[in-house]
């Protein structure tokens, strides 16, 4: 499977909006990787448009100078995140150029592109010109379109009315087209004015010099979204030249639809860019229906019911949070507190008290009982030979009910519930660590049988919940097989998640805190 994720406008540096998609990403391509399918996660950035030029000018460097310094804090948040995608795109690439080049060729012989002068009003922040129907209530461009000017000049255009009816009838029947369904049906709410207007699809020099240059006329470069809207195959290797070292597109992006791509964007982009304009140009290409992606589309997260934005001053910075608290601690946050598809409210103390409640106290707790009484009671050694009682069996029982609901969330890209499943699991470990007492079994020669069955069913418990921890935390689920001294958990699959992956007179390691708990210092 081919899972991407929007790329990054290299205007700014990252903020927690970024750093959620791109986790999400990597939390599901791992998922994907350990249900036993192939997964090959693209991402990357932006930086091509008017915006990087307009702040590079402000700066008093080139464009391009401007774009890798940006791109510099990407690669190091996603490495400090531990967002180890497969596939990297950067839209100043010669490769995207060429295959952006190719493709206008291809449309244009088509008769999809055209030239025409147009005379209107322009959004400089969203790099797009306008309509009436972009005004509010009040009869003026709100907000959210920034600097409006009006413009006059000509332009080339993508024939999106052509593909208006189809695009309808697609969303319409396609159910999975766009992931949840309220977003579906936001989409469908909007493609009916996808027929009214084509799209502009270029800038000219004179105005616009940072763009990838038109090949049949060169006085215009590309309109950035449609540049960068192409990094989704360019890098997969459609049109690729042989010895591109792109991969083999047809493998990851197979015709007859029997692997859908995954495509993971905000919903601020859903319309009109990928839901609309996407979707078209790749019909436009000759794609059929059944080859195209679904568009799983997440929700922002927000600060007391506002969208983070830097006039407000509300702006979390993910790389100032991960040095502060651990990438771990950053990873679990964004993982467990969102449901996939809707907004969330960003709050620190929340923050603190999941990883230090569901980790450090519940998880923690489960590994450093079930390693430290193992090692003091039974010398390491786990015995599993022994009868199992109901309350044993109750236990297997709930491991096999969680490992079920796990995998239902994270088939249906929802990592909190499969965290939330986890949890619940880790808890009745807990609980049934308390009712038997090992630490009172311990005394008694004759109940050593019973504290062996007892010990071996948490460390049995701790071996599983490692192997489903592992997409969203895999650094600590290393620390865990380590401890266990079973490093093999991490090549498991879900098909082999059973009970007794802890053999008969294994030997287990000592315990280390692998999620020391958060304290604050209240003077700092």
Known sequence: MLLTTAIDYTNGAPHIGHAYEKVLADVLARYIRLRGDECYFLTGVDQHGQKVQQTAEKEGVHPATFATKKTKLFLNLWKKLGVDYDGWAATTDDR???????????????????????????????????TDRDRNDAGEFGPEWGEVVEIEEENWYFRLSDHAAWLKDYVTTREDSVIPSFRRNELLGAVERAGEQDLCISRPKERLRWGIEIPFDPEFVTYVWFDALINYISFAGYLADEGSELPEFNKLWPSDGSTTPLHIIGKDILVPAHGIYWLCMLHAMGFPDEQLPRLLVHGWWNIRGEKMSKSLGNVVDPDELADRFGPDAVRYYLARDIVTGKDSDFDPERFLMLYNQELANEL???????????ARFCGGTVTTTHEPESQDLELRQSLEATTAAYREAMDRFDPAAALKAINGHVKQCNAYTDRNEPWVLAKDETKKAR???????????????????????PEPAGRLAYQLRKEDLLDLKL???AWGLVEDGHTTGKPKPVFPRIVIDEEA
Do not use: W
């Open 96 to 130: 995207h150029k060429a295959c952006v080049q190719k493709i206008l060729s291809d449309l244009k012989d088509k008769g999809q592109l055209y030239k025409k002068a147009y005379s209107g009003f322009y959004s400089v922040r969203q790099e797009q010109f306008l």
């Open 495 to 497: 098909s082999g998640l």
């Open 364 to 374: 923690g707790n489960l590994c450093n009982r079930a390693l430290n009484m193992t």
């Open 451 to 473: 504290l062996e069955t007892v010990l071996y069913h948490m460390v049995e418990s701790l071996a599983h919940l490692t192997v489903l921890l592992s997409p969203v935390l």
